[in-house]
């Protein structure tokens, strides 16, 4: 080998680590933008204002709220609602929205309840031998819902808002189409095991849904495309120039929303039995709330899978305990309003005093001294 190849190998190699010093830079400058803007904030907001449900409904009714069905019917609910809002929250993250996780995951439902119910008139042991690939033909429905809405934000361009408006149509359409606007009976024996087994008294279905949650954390905060969701919805633009392949990063985003919407429906009729096109009609607006009270950034940029879970018991509480003192759910709609504008209320005032106190100027108790005269003739002047 000669002296210039050999030289031209070293500068390529010294490029090469400066390009991955450099990426490695842009990372981390990132995730600090990304993690400081809130989302630790949100996280924080959640502990308290869920210690403070706990211990209002603790107060007003002991003897309902306390009760260990009562707090097992919390860990039961807030499975499939708190996937579904971190669904949202990866969307979300890039600064999009998916209105469609709802009717994504009533289709994997139907999807699981017509191909079980199917074999199960035939054979049903073969019906039970099945349940695993039934299952996952449900999630892959999810899947395949997600690709859609993938391809039409990240390849056709069209808004998030209106594109997953538009497929939640057509989902909630097919839906009512599918079932004939009637309810669906019957489920994989696996999933209804599932919904009622417990390990010392914690519903494993709260056990899946804290597995998930670490899953999707570790997908968040610890890997390249994490990284890539925080940049983009921190600045697109600033995403482009570095390189990242924006499409590709918004398509996988709403694959994995799907995907979680898919896992959502399995658990819909693993708690109920049932698959019907109307099932959650309310989930949509909740979920949406769960995700920016968790520390979700509306605009995109960053999240917190943490807040976003202690947002779900949070909400679960409140309606656990508005039931317990036999309060309507139309007032636990409210409370949800109420509670949401006075967590951003509150970030809203912490973020301007954050703000003033850096701009602010640092005042000294010091008198300003006169310069030294090191000029003769300003001393003789003096």
Not at 21 to 39: K, Y
Not at 48 to 71: D, G, Q, R
Not at 325 to 331: F, G, H, K, T, V
Not at 336 to 364: N, W, Y
């Amino acid at each position: 080998m000669s002296r210039d190849t050999r030289f031209h190998a070293l500068d390529t190699r010294a490029d090469a680590g400066s390009l991955r010093q450099l990426n490695d830079q842009l990372g981390t400058l990132t995730r600090r933008f990304a993690r400081g803007s809130g989302a630790e904030r949100g996280a924080g907001l959640m502990v308290i204002a869920l210690v403070t449900a706990f211990a209002l409904f603790t107060l007003l009714n002991p003897s309902v709220f306390l009760k260990p069905i009562n707090l097992q019917n919390i860990a039961v609910a807030a499975p499939e609602i708190g996937i579904l809002a971190i669904a949202v929250m990866v969307v979300l993250l890039t600064g999009g929205i998916d209105l469609s996780v709802v009717a994504v995951a009533n289709l994997s439902a139907i999807t699981i309840s017509t191909l079980h119910t199917a074999v199960a008139e035939s054979d049903p042991s073969l019906a039970s031998s099945l349940a695993v690939p039934i299952v996952l033909a449900g999630i892959v429905v999810g899947v395949l819902g997600g690709v859609l809405n993938g391809f039409l934000v990240s390849m056709v361009g069209i808004t998030p808002i209106l594109a997953t408006l538009a497929t939640m149509q057509i989902y909630n359409g097919l839906a009512i189409v599918w079932t004939g606007g009637s309810t669906l009976y019957g489920a994989p024996e696996l999933l209804g095991s599932l919904g009622q087994a417990a390990v010392a008294n914690v519903p494993v279905l709260f056990i899946f849904f804290v597995a998930v949650a670490i899953l999707v954390a570790i997908l968040v905060n610890r890997t390249a495309f994490g990284r890539m969701l925080e940049l983009e919805g921190t600045n697109s633009i600033a995403a482009q120039y570095s390189a990242i392949p924006r499409r590709q990063v918004l398509q996988k985003t709403y694959i994995v929303s799907g995907l979680l919407a898919g896992i959502a429906g399995a658990l819909f009729i693993s708690r109920s039995g049932t698959a019907s096109a109307d099932y959650g009609s309310s989930y949509v607006l909740l979920v949406i709330v769960i995700a920016i009270l968790g520390g979700t950034n509306p605009t995109g940029g960053f999240a917190s899978v943490l807040g976003v879970v202690l947002a779900t018991l949070t909400l679960q509480v409140v309606s656990s305990g508005f039931t317990a003192i036999r309060l309507s759910s139309y007032e636990y709609s409210i409370a949800q309003g109420v509670i949401l504008i006075a967590v951003m209320v509150f970030d809203s005032v912490a973020t301007s005093r954050r703000l003033r106190t850096k701009r602010e100027p640092r005042r000294t108790d010091a008198a300003p001294t006169d310069p030294p005269l090191s000029d003769p003739a300003l001393k003789k002047e003096a």
